[in-house]
């Protein structure tokens, strides 16, 4: 069922550091070695490297290489690795579904925060025994003014005839599109199915479809794209840098979108692994993210700037209005999901 959380319960989540007093000190371990990062490529990567690889991890004696793809291969690899003597990755960047997902397969293990020890300060309701989170956001609505003059106020919006054409999606976010799209017209967290008729009601409109995150903001630049589904960070960093959007938050509610580090039931370098672990909980890397990335910290007591603090810390009356993606539901049917999206959308 849709998990909606409460004002109070949102409160407990942003101070309930106290309820991580189970975490004890690090333990001394050699330093040294190659520590692979499965992540998101393009400015995510590059913020991992600028905030925690050089400054923070291999100072240490490591060496932070990366290994770029989305989603959905980073979890098939992890899947098609997990019974190896050693994988080929040390830390799996997920989403707190895909972690779920891993965990539940038994691709990685459970975190040992002991070797954690900045992870005292991440709120008890972040925080997962597989997934040491990095930030998080909502999605929204982006819509440039200029020719959408009439603000949304719902997912179904962006199937308004008078935008046929103009409408965009990107493909490494098939989850969350159908997911919109379903919550618009009938289905639920627990019931995307009826996503999938709509979506090709605006396929016929002549949606567009972008490689990535970035391609999608040159789109909303040039006045390609006028109105897409994002993360309100996404919207916060393009807004900064110049592109000429809105953001609308829709009223089917506020979905959160959690990301974070996972640990590999067989990496091969897990004292590296648990470096950077711990090091992407730092303040400096904190408020770089925030910065660079547009997400709220996973943190508590994170000095932000005040005027970044003003777009991207949310109002307790927003906070209300949090959902939570049904993990479960979307471990189940990721797979057909993505293989309709691919053979069915896009074909």
Same mark, same amino acid.
């Given at each position: 069922m849709t998990v909606k959380m409460t004002r109070r319960d949102f409160t407990t989540l942003m101070g309930a550091?106290?309820?991580?007093?189970?975490?004890?000190?690090?333990?001394?371990?050699?330093?040294?070695?190659?520590?692979?990062?499965?992540?998101?490529?393009?400015?995510?990567?590059?913020?991992?490297?600028?905030? &925690?690889?050089?400054?923070?991890?291999?100072?240490?004696?490591?060496k932070v290489s990366f290994d770029s793809a989305a989603e959905s291969p980073r979890k098939v690899k992890l899947l098609a690795e997990r019974r190896l003597p050693r994988g080929s990755m040390d830390v799996a960047a997920l989403t707190a579904s895909g972690s779920y997902d891993m965990f539940e397969n038994d691709a990685i293990e459970k975190i040992d925060y002991s070797r954690v020890p900045l992870a005292e300060k991440i709120p008890a309701a972040l925080c997962s025994d597989y997934l040491v989170p990095q930030y998080y956001t909502t999605r929204v609505v982006l819509y440039n003014p200029k020719f959408v003059?009439?603000?949304?106020?719902?997912?179904?919006?962006l199937w308004n005839p008078e935008y046929a054409g103009r409408v965009g999606v990107i493909d490494i976010q098939y989850l969350t599109t159908i997911e919109s799209a379903a919550m618009a017209f009938g289905g639920s967290l627990t019931n995307y199915e009826p996503g999938k008729e709509k979506l090709l009601e605006l396929k016929k409109q002549g949606v567009r479809i972008y490689p990535t995150n970035e391609a999608m903001a040159q789109a909303l630049q040039t006045g390609e794209c006028w109105i897409c589904i994002m993360w309100h960070a996404r919207g916060v960093l393009w807004q900064n840098a110049g592109v000429p959007i809105d953001i609308a938050v829709p009223k089917e509610g506020s979905v959160v979108y959690l990301t974070g580090f996972a640990l590999p039931r067989n990496a091969r370098n897990k004292d590296g692994a648990y470096e950077f672990l711990n090091a992407q909980l730092e303040d400096s890397a904190q408020i770089g993210f925030a910065h660079d990335l547009g997400g709220?910290?996973?943190?508590?007591?994170?000095?932000?700037?005040?005027?970044?603090?003003?777009? &991207?810390?949310?109002?307790?009356?927003?906070?209300?209005?949090?959902?939570?993606?049904d993990d479960a539901y979307l471990s189940k049917n990721d797979a057909q999901l993505k293989d309709w999206w691919d053979k069915v959308f896009k074909g």
């Amino acid at each position: 069922m849709t998990v909606k959380m409460t004002r109070r319960d949102f409160t407990t989540l942003m101070g309930a550091a106290g309820a991580m007093s189970m975490l004890g000190m690090p333990r001394a371990h050699a330093a040294g070695g190659p520590v692979v990062v499965g992540t998101w490529g393009g400015d995510y990567q590059a913020a991992l490297q600028k905030y &925690i690889a050089t400054p923070l991890v291999d100072p240490k004696g490591y060496k932070v290489s990366f290994d770029s793809a989305a989603e959905s291969p980073r979890k098939v690899k992890l899947l098609a690795e997990r019974r190896l003597p050693r994988g080929s990755m040390d830390v799996a960047a997920l989403t707190a579904s895909g972690s779920y997902d891993m965990f539940e397969n038994d691709a990685i293990e459970k975190i040992d925060y002991s070797r954690v020890p900045l992870a005292e300060k991440i709120p008890a309701a972040l925080c997962s025994d597989y997934l040491v989170p990095q930030y998080y956001t909502t999605r929204v609505v982006l819509y440039n003014p200029k020719f959408v003059t009439t603000a949304p106020t719902s997912y179904a919006d962006l199937w308004n005839p008078e935008y046929a054409g103009r409408v965009g999606v990107i493909d490494i976010q098939y989850l969350t599109t159908i997911e919109s799209a379903a919550m618009a017209f009938g289905g639920s967290l627990t019931n995307y199915e009826p996503g999938k008729e709509k979506l090709l009601e605006l396929k016929k409109q002549g949606v567009r479809i972008y490689p990535t995150n970035e391609a999608m903001a040159q789109a909303l630049q040039t006045g390609e794209c006028w109105i897409c589904i994002m993360w309100h960070a996404r919207g916060v960093l393009w807004q900064n840098a110049g592109v000429p959007i809105d953001i609308a938050v829709p009223k089917e509610g506020s979905v959160v979108y959690l990301t974070g580090f996972a640990l590999p039931r067989n990496a091969r370098n897990k004292d590296g692994a648990y470096e950077f672990l711990n090091a992407q909980l730092e303040d400096s890397a904190q408020i770089g993210f925030a910065h660079d990335l547009g997400g709220t910290p996973a943190v508590e007591g994170v000095a932000l700037p005040p005027e970044l603090a003003k777009q &991207i810390v949310y109002t307790p009356e927003q906070q209300a209005q949090f959902m939570m993606q049904d993990d479960a539901y979307l471990s189940k049917n990721d797979a057909q999901l993505k293989d309709w999206w691919d053979k069915v959308f896009k074909g």
